[in-house]
């Protein structure tokens, strides 16, 4: 088996990075039908690409893992194939997910993946869940973009730890704003507590 490379590739969940600002100023309806790169989602239609775009944060973390293996797989499709196996609930024109407990049966079965649901998890006990696993898939405010500000709540938006330790935790930011808050962003264990649910998905690959 070949060596993993170093550093873990980074994606967006919107195909073009920095489109985050202008989704949170008008919405992702809205903001990415102006995104010329949409395709590259794998979304047959570009309807079908902003209803998604804004809901698969947790595919974009399951494309940098499966790209560290040099496995690339368009987000919306990924979605579209944990959708088959309960991950995600879709009526109409709204989207329920990512659900952990179906989305592990997903990677475990179509990729191979260890994967496990973890809850009631202090900040402190991440560098423990990353010295067995590679990765730690973690529920956070989307408000972590912003470090210096105190989110309205915790949760709802996930994120790719690929590092931690008792001084410095690094992360990749599916809809990270800038270069610095997308991949490899950076926090000190009591700031990243400041955003975290204490819920996630320890991956190995």
Not at 6 to 23: G, H, I, L, N, R
Not at 42 to 70: F, H, Q, V
Not at 117 to 145: H, K, Q
Not at 154 to 183: E, I, M, W, Y
């Amino acid at each position: 088996m070949k060596p993993l490379p170093e550093a873990v590739p980074f994606f967006s969940q919107w195909e073009t990075p920095d489109m985050t600002m202008d989704v949170l100023a008008e919405g992702a309806g809205v903001a990415l039908r102006r995104d010329p790169l949409w395709q590259g989602s794998g979304a047959r239609t570009l309807d079908e690409y902003a209803l998604w775009a804004a809901n698969i944060c947790g595919m974009a973390c399951l494309k940098m893992i499966l790209a560290t293996r040099g496995e690339i797989v368009p987000t919306i499709e990924l979605a579209r194939r944990c959708t088959g196996y309960g991950g995600y609930v879709v009526n109409e024109d709204t989207i329920k997910g990512l659900i952990y407990a179906p989305f592990v049966s997903f990677v475990r079965e179509a990729f191979g993946l260890r994967a496990e649901v973890m809850t009631n998890v202090a900040t402190a006990e991440i560098p423990v869940i990353l010295a067995g696993s590679r990765f730690f898939i973690a529920s956070v405010s989307s408000w972590i973009r912003w470090p210096d500000r105190e989110p309205p709540s915790k949760g709802g938006h996930l994120v790719l730890v690929t590092s931690a330790s008792q001084q410095d935790f690094r992360f990749h930011n599916p809809s990270g704003h800038t270069r610095a808050t997308q991949a490899n962003a950076s926090l000190a264990p009591s700031d990243f507590d400041r955003f975290f649910a204490n819920r996630g998905i320890a991956v190995t690959i």
